[in-house]
């Protein structure tokens, strides 16, 4: 069990950055393990292809049989192909990039992105990216519908009482409309409206999550007719994954 905990931390530090290579000094840094301990780990993970290595630079980088087994991972996730439709026609009605996100314990996942190419919007949240439920519109959306009990609490103890306030606000909210709007925390020129896909019990799935520029939203006519057109689709793609046997 050790030995895979610390394989978990070497990963962790290759894949935080995008195409960066690391020295074993640098990985030992990073995960506070012995350079020993390093060499021995990297030698059994390159034989697996877990890691690539250059001989020449004598750095390491993320192996590629990781991208094989996500994406065989991905092809085999039904679901996302049976609504990716409903997704891309969304995208094209209101012109503005579309995501979605699949709760997974005290956070959500990104599981699927359709990009807008008209949007100037820069920045892309890419797959798998996970984010807490308290941080969001879509992360909110799916924390109104959340069941258990010990998930909401090991979430609100992560904030202070008025943060606990201002995200019960916007629960109750999500409950009676079915949808957040809220800024982007990390970039205040952007809107986010969100919707939950929830079952025929009333259980949450997932949500879709669609980013505006403030400046593209001012310029439609209606933003409650963007909000229903958002709704319409969430409550399509819940009624189709209630028809099949895909879940989320």
Known sequence: MQGLDRIMSIIKVLVSN??????????????ELPISTIHRLLDAMEQHNMVSY???????????????????????????????PELEE?????????YLLKPLKTESIIIERIDCTNQAIATHDKLGTT?????????????????????????????NEVEQEEVEKHINFIKENKYAILDDEENNQITNIASPILNSSGNILGAINVKFEKQQL?????????INTILFTTNKISWKLKNSKHII
């Open 54 to 84: 250059d001989p020449d630079h004598k750095v390491y980088q993320i192996g590629h049989i990781w991208l094989k087994y996500g994406l065989e991972v991905y092809d085999s996730i039904h679901y996302i192909s049976s609504i990716r």
């Open 218 to 226: 001012h310029h439609h006519t209606s933003q409650q007719e963007i």
């Open 90 to 98: 969304l995208m094209t009605k209101i012109q503005a990039s579309v």
């Open 131 to 159: 984010v807490p439920l308290y941080k969001g519109a879509a992360n909110l959306a799916i924390l109104a519908y959340i069941n258990s009990e010990i998930i909401k609490n090991c979430v609100m103890d992560k904030l």
């Open 18 to 31: 995008n195409n960066k290579w690391f020295t074993k000094k640098d990985i030992s840094e990073r995960t």
